[in-house]
């Protein structure tokens, strides 16, 4: 009977160091199964990479234009050859992309107005000149000058401007030191401005100052 004792009292220590352990085990599986079933968090884009969006319907996803403190044009200038100044296209949600992160595209800066007679005439051939060249990289930025998304939804719709429109208060205006529309400015893959042309754009204009950077 004393012998019986003896092992009973072993037995009934390995029953507890093992209800402990299952514990323990079941603990972590139970951890392990939150852990997988909660939401995924979002991937870092890879090197802070902020995107350009091109709207599927015109006037979508209208951006407005910024200069944040860390923007430095001290060396740009609205002049062929020279860097082209930086600025930066905020969306209402937030995000943001600037003209620096472009590069490696050729872009089409255009400044323009709803009220500005010329600026109608041309619209046309700059939006068919982006549907003809886009899957090349080619980029559209239309700035307009100091007038409401009420006023440039319309505009936009009606000549199918399914491409990117920047809202500005005069920041990237004068930027580009803008005194007529429209001002369009040509930028090659390098960041560098390739031409500027004051005044209405031709189909023919538009492929001479593409021709060099496309």
Not at 58 to 80: C, E, G, S, V
Not at 109 to 125: H, K, Q, S, Y
């Amino acid at each position: 009977m004393a012998n019986l004792h003896r092992v009973q009292r072993p037995l009934f220590a390995w029953n507890r160091s093992w209800g402990h352990g299952l514990r323990l085990l079941l603990s972590g599986l139970l951890l392990l199964t939150l852990s997988a079933c909660a939401a995924p968090a979002p991937a870092p884009t890879a090197g802070g990479e902020r995107t350009l969006r091109v709207p599927a319907q015109p006037a979508d996803d209208l951006a407005t234009a910024a200069m944040p403190d860390d923007i430095n044009n001290d060396q740009a200038q609205p002049t062929a050859n020279s860097p082209a100044p930086d600025f930066a296209m905020r969306y209402a949600d937030g995000a943001e992309v600037r003209l620096s992160d472009l590069r490696g595209r050729p872009i089409l800066i255009n400044f323009w107005a709803t009220w500005c007679g010329p600026c109608r005439l041309e619209m046309p051939d700059i939006v068919a000149a982006y549907e003809k060249h886009k899957e090349a990289g080619f980029v559209v930025i239309a700035v307009n000058l100091e007038e409401s998304a009420a006023k440039i939804t319309p505009f936009a719709e009606e000549f199918g401007m399914a491409l990117p429109i920047v809202m500005d208060d005069g920041t990237a205006a004068r930027a580009y030191q803008v005194r007529v529309m429209p001002s369009s400015f040509f930028i090659d893959r390098d960041g560098k401005v390739s031409a500027r042309w004051l005044g209405v754009l031709t189909p023919s204009l538009i492929e001479k100052n593409l021709a060099p950077i496309l």
